[in-house]
C-alpha cells in the first residue's frame, strides 16, 4: 500500500508540473556543448532546410472540422456502427485500434521525464505512456482512450525495459539506434504472442521513435537493413500492425522553421557544415521514405508502414521542451510531440506543410472526406463504405468465416486435436496388434524355444574340445 501510495504520489505531482507555467527546465547528464571551429553556437538562417522539403507524399479528402482540446470538448464522430473499418490499411479507425507498442530510444522510454534523474518514466512516454488521464497526462494511448477504451500494450511507471511487466509493450531503451531495432522487434513479437488475447483479430498500432539519439551522437545515416529486419519481423509476428516510424526531431520556431535547435544541443551536428548537414538529414529522410516504399509496395492487407522522417515540432517556444544540455524532450515536450504525431495521423503528411503554432493547436477529429488514420493506403484514394453497403455487397463474397487465418496459425489452434488424434490412433493400433499377436500366441502348441533341434551329444562334446584346442 506505501508503494501503491508513493507511486500516486508521483503521479500527481508530475500532472501538477505539466499544467504549471514553469520553463520545464530538467537536469540531466548531458555534458556541456563545446563550441569548436563551427561549433554549436555557429547557425545559419538556411542552415538546416524544413523537413517536408523532400516528402512529396500528399493527402487527398482531408477536411478537418473537428477538433478537441480536452475530454470535455471531445465530440468527435464515432465511424462505428455505421462505416465499415479494420479489414485493411486504407480504412483503420482509432476505434479499430486495442493495442499498442513502442520501440526505440528515449524518447519512446521516457529518459528525462522525471528531473532531476535519468529515470525512465514509461508511462508518461508520449508514444505508449498511459498513466493519468488525457486531461492529465496527453500520449498516444490517452488519445486513443477517447475512441475506445480497451487499450492493450499500455505502459505505467518507471523502470527500465526489464523491470516493467511482460504485458506492458514497451521495449524502447535508452540510447538504441537502428541496429538494435530488429531484437527490440523479436522481444516484442515475444511478448505479444505470450499475453495477447485473439490476437489475429485485433489491431495494433506499432511506434517506433528512432534516431534522435543516434542522429545526435554519431552524425550518421540510419542503417537500412537493420530497419528492413525490423519491418519483416513485426510483419511475421504481428498479425494486424500500422507501423509508425518516427525520425529524428526537428524542433524549431514557428517563425523560423528551417533552424532545427536540435543541431545546437549535439556537438557531433553542431560541427557539420551546413551542406554536410543538410545531406545527412536528406539521407536519414530518403532511407525512411524507402523502407515505407519497400514494404507498402508488397500490398500485404493488414499491416503497413508510414513514415514521418522527421518528428516535427513548431512553437513560439521551442527552447522549453527540451530538458537542459540534452537533445531530448522534457514533459511539455513530449505532449507537443503526441499533439504533433496525432495530428500527422489525422490529416497525412499536409499537416507539417503548414504553419502551425503546436500549443494553439488543438487535437484533431478524424477527416470528413476519410474517417480513418491517414496512411499510404489511403492517401492518393480514399474509399467510404457504410457497414451496410458492405454486408449487402461484399459480405456475401467472402468464405464462410469472413475472415483468411494463416495456414501456421490454423495448425496452432488444432494443435492439441492433432496430438489427441495421434495418440487416440496409436493407442488403437497397439490394442488391435497387441490383440493379433496374443491370439496367434495362444493357438501356438510350442514356446519358441520348442522349436529347437536338440544338440546330439557327442556334436557338443567336440565342439567344446575344438574350443578348447
Not at 511478448?191 to 543516434?214: K, N, P, S
Not at 529522410?285 to 507498402?296: A, D, G, H, M, S
Not at 480514399?382 to 467472402?398: N, S
Request: charged fraction near 20%; include cysteine; charge should be neutral.
Amino acid at each position: 500500500m506505501k508503494c501503491c501510495g508513493f507511486l500516486l504520489l508521483l503521479t500527481a505531482c508530475f500532472i501538477l508540473q505539466i499544467k504549471s507555467d514553469d520553463p520545464f527546465k530538467v537536469t540531466d547528464s548531458f555534458p556541456p556543448i563545446p563550441f569548436g571551429e563551427k561549433g554549436a553556437a555557429f547557425i545559419d538562417e538556411d542552415d538546416d532546410g524544413k523537413p517536408d522539403e523532400i516528402d512529396h507524399r500528399h493527402a487527398v479528402n482531408n477536411e478537418i472540422i473537428g477538433a478537441f482540446s480536452n475530454k470535455q470538448t471531445f465530440a468527435c464522430p464515432r465511424a462505428k456502427p455505421q462505416l465499415h473499418t479494420g479489414d485493411n490499411m486504407a480504412n483503420i479507425s482509432p476505434e479499430d485500434i486495442s493495442i499498442v507498442a513502442a520501440m526505440g530510444d528515449s524518447l519512446a522510454s521516457g529518459r528525462g521525464l522525471w528531473f532531476p534523474t535519468n529515470v525512465e518514466f514509461r508511462g508518461a512516454a508520449f508514444p505508449i505512456g498511459g498513466d493519468a488521464t488525457f486531461d492529465g497526462l496527453v500520449t498516444i494511448p490517452n488519445i486513443l482512450r477517447q475512441f475506445n477504451d480497451k487499450i492493450d500494450g499500455v505502459s505505467h511507471g518507471m523502470g527500465t525495459r526489464d523491470r516493467i511487466p511482460d504485458y506492458q509493450y514497451n521495449v524502447a531503451e535508452a540510447g538504441s539506434e537502428t541496429d538494435d531495432l530488429p531484437a527490440q522487434a523479436k522481444e516484442l513479437v515475444r511478448r505479444m504472442r505470450t499475453h495477447v488475447r485473439q490476437f489475429y483479430e485485433r489491431w495494433t498500432l506499432v511506434t517506433i521513435a528512432a534516431g534522435t539519439e543516434e542522429f545526435c551522437a554519431r552524425c550518421e545515416p540510419p542503417n537500412h537493413p537493420s530497419l528492413r529486419r525490423t519491418m519483416g519481423t513485426l510483419r511475421k509476428g504481428i498479425p494486424k500492425a500500422l507501423v509508425i516510424l518516427l525520425g529524428p526531431l526537428h524542433v524549431s520556431w514557428s517563425y523560423k522553421q528551417n533552424i532545427n535547435l536540435l543541431r545546437s544541443r549535439c556537438p557531433c551536428l553542431g560541427n557539420l557544415t551546413r551542406t554536410d548537414y543538410k545531406d545527412l538529414v536528406y539521407r536519414w529522410k530518403t532511407t525512411f521514405l524507402k523502407v515505407e516504399q519497400e514494404f507498402n509496395s508488397l500490398n500485404y492487407t493488414t499491416f503497413g508502414v508510414l513514415t514521418i522522417p522527421a518528428l516535427t515540432i513548431h512553437s513560439r517556444e521551442p527552447e522549453t521542451l527540451f530538458i537542459e544540455n540534452g537533445p531530448l524532450l522534457n514533459r511539455k515536450g513530449h505532449t507537443y510531440a503526441a499533439k504533433s504525431l496525432w495530428n500527422f495521423l489525422m490529416a497525412g503528411p499536409n499537416y507539417n506543410l503548414s504553419r502551425t503554432i503546436i500549443s494553439q493547436d488543438s487535437y484533431y477529429c478524424p477527416s470528413v472526406g476519410c474517417p480513418y488514420f491517414r496512411t499510404v493506403q489511403n492517401f492518393e484514394h480514399c474509399q467510404v463504405i457504410t457497414e451496410d453497403y458492405w454486408q449487402a455487397v461484399y459480405r456475401p463474397t467472402l468464405p464462410p468465416n469472413g475472415t483468411v487465418v494463416p495456414h501456421n496459425e490454423q495448425v496452432r489452434r488444432h494443435l492439441l486435436g492433432v496430438i489427441g488424434l495421434v495418440t487416440a490412433l496409436a493407442l488403437i493400433s497397439v490394442l488391435i496388434f497387441g490383440t493379433v499377436f496374443y491370439r496367434h500366441g495362444m493357438k501356438a502348441t510350442k514356446g519358441r524355444f520348442d522349436y529347437v533341434d536338440d544338440v546330439p551329444e557327442d556334436e557338443d562334446s567336440q565342439t567344446m574340445t575344438t574350443q578348447i584346442i
